[in-house]
């Protein structure tokens, strides 16, 4: 089984629709995690971390379900600029190692 | 400021062959991670520095790879020999220590699209 496991998608949605990602983890001593980005053919950027309480950035929304090991992400009034693979990444207690899944791709057209 | 800098973008070569990968990380970074990314399998951590020592290298695949940090300024991943099942985008990322608190932010590189033929 996979550390960090995510639908591949791709998910096509319309401009102005909401989309959500799931993200399930293995390993229940992880601790830290976070949403990266990656548009085609360039390198991963960190979108948010994602805390226990959950928490907001303009249109993005990230949960924490740490009972069932898994983490979402919201995306609110889509634009096509957010057109991108979405990856969940985690990392267990006290290592400075991040494990990345195989991400989910979004594309967002007119 | 400057980012994670890798060189070269851009690789083709035969198998057999030495490859080295170059990444200068974003100054005052304190760890370096180098990653291999692939359609399948997708990003995975091969190995990472703290100040210039190797931490953890269980990821990096097989003695044909190897990793040196001489500086805070400089890496290096080689493969030699090179097989065609090396190919892949191999990406370098830094990061800040910020004492008690894990896991800042990494900046990757634009990373290196390695072909081997």
């Known amino acids: 089984r996979k550390e960090v496991e995510q639908d591949p998608g791709p998910f096509n949605v319309p401009e102005g629709a909401t989309v959500a990602f799931n993200c399930t983890y293995s390993?229940?001593?992880?601790?830290?995690f976070f949403w990266y980005r990656q548009d085609c053919r360039k390198e991963p950027k960190l979108l948010m971390s994602?805390?226990?309480s959950g928490n907001e950035d303009g249109r993005f929304t990230a949960q924490l379900n740490r009972a069932s090991q898994y983490i979402s992400l919201l995306i609110r009034d889509s634009k096509l600029s957010d057109s991108a693979t979405y990856l969940c990444v985690v990392s267990l207690y006290n290592t400075d190692k991040l494990i990345f899944g195989t991400g989910t791709r979004l594309q967002v057209f007119p | 400021d400057a980012g994670v800098i890798q060189s070269p973008r851009h690789e083709v070569t035969e198998m057999g062959q030495e490859v080295t990968l170059r990444c200068k990380p974003i100054?005052?970074?304190?760890?370096l991670f180098w990653y291999r990314q692939t359609m399948m399998r997708g990003l995975e951590l091969l190995i990472y520095?703290?100040?210039?020592?190797?931490?953890?290298d269980s990821g990096m695949p097989e003695d044909r790879f190897s990793a040196k940090m001489p500086n805070a300024s400089f890496s290096t991943l080689k493969i030699q020999p090179s097989e065609p099942r090396d190919s892949a985008v191999y990406f370098c990322?830094?990061?800040?220590?910020?004492?008690?608190?894990?896991?800042?932010?990494?900046?990757f590189g634009d990373g290196t699209r390695l072909s081997i033929l």
């Open positions: 100054s005052g970074h304190d760890y």
């Open positions: 990322a830094s990061s800040l220590v910020i004492s008690g608190v894990r896991n800042q932010p990494q900046h």
């Open positions: 994602v805390y226990s």
């Open positions: 520095f703290n100040n210039n020592v190797p931490i953890d």
């Open positions: 390993n229940s001593a992880s601790q830290s």
